[in-house]
């Protein structure tokens, strides 16, 4: 059985860093896409960065390029998210996916980020949270 469990997320003050971590259980990292996902109250989650693992290849948002920074470990069936130059519209669930489609790193390939429909497997989230 596939698992997620993100960790890492926190409150802090904008202009900080936090390093969000994903880490997979039931499934080897080697050749998947993982994708993190941002939903803030009121609004419709939001794709912020994406990896496909078996060359590292990564996405980003407009939003966050320059400032996050995706990456992995597969030897610790892990990715992580390095959040630096936070402000307080990056607050946030935020959520790893993954998915282990060749379709769907395809499509992270051409496309960039992907639909949060593209992903099978989630996990349960981690609060970020930024003051001004």
């Known amino acids: 059985q596939v698992q997620l469990v993100e960790s890492g997320g926190g409150s802090v003050q904008a202009g900080g860093s936090l390093r969000l971590s994903c880490t997979a259980s039931?499934?080897?990292?080697?050749?998947?896409?993982v994708g993190w996902f941002r939903q803030a109250p009121g609004k419709k989650r939001e794709g912020v960065a994406a990896i496909y693992t078996g060359n590292g290849s990564t996405y980003y948002a407009d939003s966050v390029k320059g400032r996050f920074t995706i990456s992995r470990d597969n030897a610790k069936n892990t990715v992580y998210l390095q959040m630096n130059s936070l402000k307080p519209d990056d607050t946030a669930m935020y959520y790893c996916a993954a998915d282990t489609s060749p379709v769907v790193a395809a499509r992270l390939e051409k496309m960039g980020l992907v639909p949060e429909t593209e992903y099978n497997y989630w996990g349960q989230g981690t609060q970020v949270t930024v003051s001004s």
């Open positions: 039931g499934f080897i990292y080697s050749r998947y896409c």
